[in-house]
C-alpha cells in the first residue's frame, strides 16, 4: 500500500512520519518511510539545489523538472521496489505536490503538468493521500519559530494561500483517494488521527485483498 502525506509547509507531515511509521511496524507493518524532494542520493542532491536560498533565481519551469527528476529516481529506485515486497510506503510529500505548489501556486497548465507527472511517476499512483491541513499562517509562524526556513517558504504568503485553496480542489476531486485531518491541533491529536486513518485504510485493502483470493 502507497500512502502519501501531503499539506501546506509546516502543517507535521516530516515530523509526524516517524512516530506513524514505528506504530505502524509494532502493529507488524512492514514500513518504508522517504520523502520527496530526495529520498535517493540522487534525489538529495538534487533537493539541494531546490531548497538552497542562493537559488532564488530558480525558474519555476526549471524547479518543476528538477522535482520531477528527483521523483522519477525514488519511484524507480525505491518505492515501485519496495511495493513489490509489499511494504507500506509512507512518502512524505509526492506527485499531489507539484500539482498544488506549481500548478495552483505558480499557475503553470494543469494538464501538462499531470502528463509530466504521468511520465516521471510510471503511473504510480497513491492508494491513499493524506492531507494535512491548516492555515497559511499558522504553518509558516511554525517554521520561522523553529528556524526552518528555506527558499521554498519564502515565497510570499499569497502563493502558500493558492497552494492551500489546490489541496482543497484536488482532496474534492478524488474523495475516495483523500482524507483530510486537521493538521492545526496538537501534535499528539494529529498522530492519533492519522493512525485511524491510516489504519482503516489497510484494513480495507487487506479485505479487498482476502476477498479477491
Ligand atoms: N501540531 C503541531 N503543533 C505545533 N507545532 C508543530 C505541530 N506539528 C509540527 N510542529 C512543528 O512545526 C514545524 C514544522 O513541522 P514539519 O517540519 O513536520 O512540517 P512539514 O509539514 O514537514 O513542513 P514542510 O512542508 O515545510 O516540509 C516543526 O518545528 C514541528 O516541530
Ligand atoms: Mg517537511
Redesign the pocket.
Known amino acids: 500500500m502507497f500512502i502519501t502525506l501531503e499539506?501546506?509547509?509546516?502543517?507535521?507531515?516530516?515530523?509526524?512520519v516517524p512516530q506513524l511509521a514505528k506504530y505502524l511496524r509494532d502493529l507488524g507493518w512492514d514500513v518504508l518511510t522517504t520523502r520527496e524532494p530526495g529520498g535517493t542520493d540522487i534525489g538529495d542532491q538534487i533537493r539541494q539545489v531546490l531548497v538552497s536560498m542562493e537559488n532564488k533565481a530558480l525558474h519555476p519551469r526549471t524547479e518543476i523538472l528538477l522535482f520531477l527528476a528527483a521523483r522519477a529516481q525514488l519511484v524507480e529506485q525505491v518505492i515501485k521496489p519496495a511495493l513489490a515486497e509489499g511494504k507500506v510506503v509512507l512518502c512524505?510529500r509526492y506527485a499531489d505536490s507539484t500539482l498544488a505548489y506549481q500548478g495552483y501556486g505558480h499557475g503553470l497548465d494543469l494538464p501538462a503538468l499531470r502528463s509530466m507527472l504521468q511520465f516521471a511517476t510510471d503511473g504510480l499512483k497513491p492508494d491513499l493521500t493524506i492531507l494535512?491541513d491548516l492555515p497559511v499562517e499558522v504553518?509558516l509562524s511554525?517554521?520561522k519559530k523553529?528556524d526552518?526556513w528555506n527558499r521554498l517558504?519564502a515565497y510570499e504568503v499569497k502563493f502558500h494561500e493558492r497552494v492551500r485553496e489546490g489541496y482543497h480542489i484536488l482532496a474534492g476531486e478524488e474523495p475516495a483517494r483523500w482524507k483530510t485531518i486537521d493538521?492545526s491541533?496538537?501534535?499528539e491529536v494529529?498522530q492519533e488521527n492519522l493512525r485511524a486513518v491510516v489504519l482503516l485504510s489497510l484494513q480495507n485493502q487487506s479485505l479487498i485483498a482476502d476477498s479477491s483470493n
Open positions: 499539506g501546506p509547509e509546516g502543517s507535521g507531515k516530516t515530523s509526524q512524505d494535512l504553518g511554525r517554521k523553529e526552518e517558504d493538521a491541533q496538537p501534535r494529529v
